[in-house]
């Protein structure tokens, strides 16, 4: 609704000035998004953070994550056939590695965006997290709640993702990886036209050791292309 809205121009970004609409206003007077709007500018804020906001698909509304979130995600993620597969989520996961995640979140390096994954109905209910973080080439990755899978609900949110990390953060190349044998991921990153560039090997804190890991990337100019010959056929 227009009049609870509550228009600020941040500064510059990229040469351009930039509006971000934040939904409510009541949400200025919540704790965390008060810290998260304690910036003068873009260049004081980290990059991905007022680039991230909110993005909205067919069923999901992705968002960044607040602190009201974390008893849910802490409970969600503290599943060892999701963590098995991710390299740097621990298990078992409490309290405190959500504070931890949390406050990564609001520290993110330029060119990364975290969003929790919700239900398009339901924005307070935490489906899961995707996330590009990295300095240099950021790095694709995802997770999502038990039961919700093999819905097709991580590649909905993926493709948007993508669109935003190379057209409004203007990524050139993304990353990502998947542990050998998580063949629903290696088919999600092969949907999405991310092309396999050999194997490697990568320490898996859930697991407790090194495991061997698919790599993958994807540049900006493949993705315009794979998304212009799809939007013809
Ligand atoms: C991997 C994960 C994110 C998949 O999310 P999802 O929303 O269920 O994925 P989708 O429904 O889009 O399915 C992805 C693909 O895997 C396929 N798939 C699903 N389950 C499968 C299985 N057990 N074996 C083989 N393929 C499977 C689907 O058919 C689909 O392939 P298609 O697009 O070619 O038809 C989810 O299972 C998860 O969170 N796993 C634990 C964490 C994890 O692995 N994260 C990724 C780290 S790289």
């Not at 980290?46 to 680039?51: A, E, F």
Request: aromatic share 8%; glycine share 8%; hydrophobic share 35%.
């Amino acid at each position: 609704m227009m009049a609870n809205r509550i228009r600020l121009t941040i500064g510059l970004l990229q040469g351009r000035s930039k509006h971000v609409y934040i939904s409510e206003r009541r949400r200025l007077v919540n704790g965390c998004h008060k810290q998260r709007l304690h910036f003068h500018s873009f260049h004081d804020a980290p990059y991905g953070l007022g680039q991230q906001m909110r993005i909205t698909t067919v069923r999901l509304c992705l968002r960044e994550l607040q602190a009201g979130d974390l008893c849910s995600l802490a409970g969600t993620i503290n599943n060892p056939r999701i963590t098995r597969n991710l390299t740097r989520v621990p298990w078992p996961y409490d309290l405190n590695d959500a504070q931890r995640f949390y406050e990564h979140t609001l520290t993110l390096p330029p060119q990364s965006a975290v969003y929790v994954i919700t239900d398009r109905s339901n924005p307070d209910r935490l489906l899961g997290v995707i996330s590009y973080e990295g300095v240099a080439d950021p790095e694709l990755g995802y997770w999502l709640d038990e039961p919700f899978w093999g819905k097709g609900i991580i590649t909905e949110a993926a493709r948007s993702v993508l669109r935003h990390a190379f057209i409004v953060t203007k990524v050139q190349r993304l990353l990502s990886r998947c542990i050998l044998g998580n063949e629903p991921s290696r088919r999600i990153l092969v949907g999405l036209g991310f092309r396999p560039v050999g194997i490697g090997s990568v320490y898996s804190i859930a697991r407790g050791r090194a495991v061997i890991s698919q790599n993958f990337e994807l540049t900006s100019k493949e993705w315009r292309y794979t998304t212009i010959t799809e939007t013809r056929d």
